[in-house]
């Protein structure tokens, strides 16, 4: 049973000034209707989900289903995200119109992308967007490679948390370059979240036990078999992985250790 005092209540992660308790952040995307969405969204314990401003009714149209009506804001922090942007100028365009549409909400997840196959990210639009809307008083989130100096690049222009790939969007790998996300992690002064890649639960223990301040996730869960079940798992997910990286693993070892030493022996 893990220890809640640790894992969440007295370990809360910080982000743009604003305290969770939950480090498993979600997407809304993906999910058969919204209250599969709803449902999945409350078994991961989720506070903070993303929504793709182009993709997701959010008050626009106001003769479909509004998302913000089964996941509202009093109850969550909507993180507008970028998706399906390949240049700077649509983001940017994108993060506004979700200030507009959400009456002054500043926290956005940028991210760029350079290419519809792998869904990388464009850094160099990246970084034009990043500057842009830090200028205008965006709090920003920002998805980017797992490169380290990138990663710093991207903190010194005053994104709020830093949220490298653990693999493509969506192909459920897992974490490829976990001494990367670790370098990164070990340089920040932001929360790392590690966004896209993860396939399940393992993987999301994984990040944490590298120390990542979150994960975001939305394939992995939207498309399980069962997508409730997978939420209920990355969130038991999530906390041990924290739990263990607090409690701080043993070294590894090339040779066989006994459990019990020898020394002291009554016989």
């Not at 449902?39 to 626009?60: F, K, M, P, S």
């Not at 842009?132 to 690049?153: C, K, P, S």
């Amino acid at each position: 049973m893990i220890d809640q005092s640790y894992a969440s209540a007295n370990d809360p992660l910080i982000i743009a000034g604003k305290t969770y308790h939950s480090r498993l952040l979600t997407g809304t995307g993906k999910y058969r209707d919204l209250t599969q969405t709803r449902l999945a969204t409350e078994a991961a314990g989720a506070e903070i989900v993303t929504v793709a401003v182009r993709r997701t009714n959010l008050g626009q149209d106001p003769n479909q289903p509004n998302l913000l009506e089964i996941l509202p804001p009093d109850r969550y922090t909507i993180l507008p995200n970028t998706a399906g942007c390949y240049t700077a100028e649509d983001a940017i365009r994108t993060c506004r119109l979700a200030r507009e549409l959400l009456d002054g909400h500043n926290l956005v997840k940028l991210e760029v992308l350079g290419d519809p196959k792998t869904l990388y990210p464009d850094l160099m639009e990246t970084l034009k967007a990043t500057e842009v809307l830090v200028q205008e008083g965006f709090e920003v989130m920002v998805y980017t490679t797992d490169d380290v100096l990138m990663a710093q690049r991207l903190e010194a222009l005053g994104c709020v948390a830093i949220m490298p790939l653990a693999a493509p969007i969506g192909s459920g790998l897992g974490i490829r370059n976990p001494f990367n996300i670790r370098q990164i992690v070990e340089n920040a002064k932001v929360p790392v979240i590690v966004d896209a890649g993860v396939g399940t639960a393992s993987d999301a223990t994984v990040a944490m036990e590298l120390g990542c301040d979150g994960v975001l996730m939305n394939t992995a869960i939207a498309s399980a078999t069962r997508p409730i079940m997978m939420a209920s798992a990355m969130k038991q997910a999530i906390e041990a992985g924290r739990a263990a990286f607090l409690a701080g693993r043993i070294p590894r070892k090339a040779y066989a250790s006994a459990s019990s030493a020898l020394d002291g022996l009554f016989f």
